[in-house]
């Protein structure tokens, strides 16, 4: 008995084939699908990692902004570059309080904090040249050579008429036994500010220029070259957020009695502090700060562009002045 065996035809080999296909199509088009979702939930999640990480270093910077800072100190201070966006300055006192500039700078080639030093002289009627808070009792410095010592601070020397500042790379001080007089002293190759400060009365009835000298910690953010960077004392800017797209920070000020749902904080327009200054606002005036923080992030072949914002109170803008 002959058993006839019939092969596949080439109409059937096709329809194979091109059934094939279509799985194989239906695979590739699931799979690429597949991972595109993972592509684009791992950018997702690399740009709010980002976001979140800078809130946090942010939110602790604030928080401490103002420290051992009175009112009248710019502790806080919010600006807008070129760009729109902003920069932000948050600065924290290191010594127990300001010492006063008690001789004319540069002239007096030293930073005198009390009155012993060669430019006191007297006026008619016996008054001294020198603001009231340059005497010629010798200056508890404790707090600042702990503070110097430590490392990690920047001096300033402030006008706060004008607010005109200058920094200052302050190393120690130096208490002469014999003229009593004490001077800060500058680290090698620092020299002092171009611009004049001069504290001197200009006659008996004058008060003299309220100049002081603080010791702070100063950290300035702002975007440069499509990163958040953070800038600490007198050193380089450092990256501290990769691939922002825009930094935004608004100050809110506190209203007229208890902030509630029916009086809430009014956002202020920058610059803050505002130059000129005629309602005499401060950093202690602030209710908090909106920052809002925009980053892209890339996996594979997607990018994804995030947007936070988070609202941050600088808790030494609720106490007392010392």
């Not at 990690?152 to 208490?175: C, E, F, N, P, R």
Request: hydrophobic residues 40%; contains cysteine.
């Amino acid at each position: 008995m002959r058993h006839s065996a019939r092969g596949v035809t080439i109409p059937e080999l096709l329809v194979t084939m091109l059934i094939l296909l279509i799985i194989l199509s239906v695979i590739f088009s699931f799979t690429r699908s597949s991972l595109s979702l993972y592509q684009t939930d791992a950018a997702r999640n690399g740009a709010l990692g980002t976001v979140r990480s800078t809130f946090d270093v942010l939110s602790a910077d604030v928080q401490q902004a103002g420290e051992r800072l009175n009112s009248d100190f710019p502790a806080i201070s919010v600006s807008a570059d070129s760009s729109g966006n902003a920069v932000l300055v948050l600065r924290r006192g290191l010594a127990d309080g300001p010492l006063p500039l008690c001789a004319p700078i540069p002239d007096a080639g030293a930073l005198y904090v009390n009155a012993n030093n060669p430019f006191r002289q007297t006026l008619a009627g016996g008054v001294s040249n020198l603001p009231a808070s340059c005497t010629d009792n010798l200056q508890n410095l404790a707090s600042w050579d702990a503070a110097l010592a430590a490392g990690g601070s920047v001096g300033l020397v402030i006008d706060m008429a004008g607010l005109t500042s200058d920094s200052l790379k302050v190393q120690s001080s130096a208490t002469d036994p014999v003229s009593r007089s004490q001077t800060l002293q500058l680290a090698a190759g620092a020299g002092l500010p171009t611009t004049r400060y001069d504290p001197r009365k200009t006659g008996p009835a004058d008060t003299g220029r309220d100049i002081r000298l603080y010791l702070l910690e100063n950290r300035t953010y702002r975007v440069s070259g499509g990163q958040l960077t953070l800038a600490e004392n007198f050193g380089a800017p450092q990256p501290a957020a990769p691939q922002v797209v825009a930094f935004t920070v608004t100050p809110y000020l506190k209203p007229p009695g208890a902030l509630s749902a029916d009086n809430p904080a009014v956002a202020a327009s920058l610059p803050f502090p505002p130059s000129p200054n005629p309602a005499g606002l401060t950093w202690k005036d602030l209710a908090f700060l909106d920052i809002r923080l925009t980053v892209t992030d890339k996996s594979g072949q997607n990018t994804v562009t995030r947007t936070l914002n988070e609202r941050m109170t600088p808790r030494n803008a609720g106490s007392a002045d010392q």
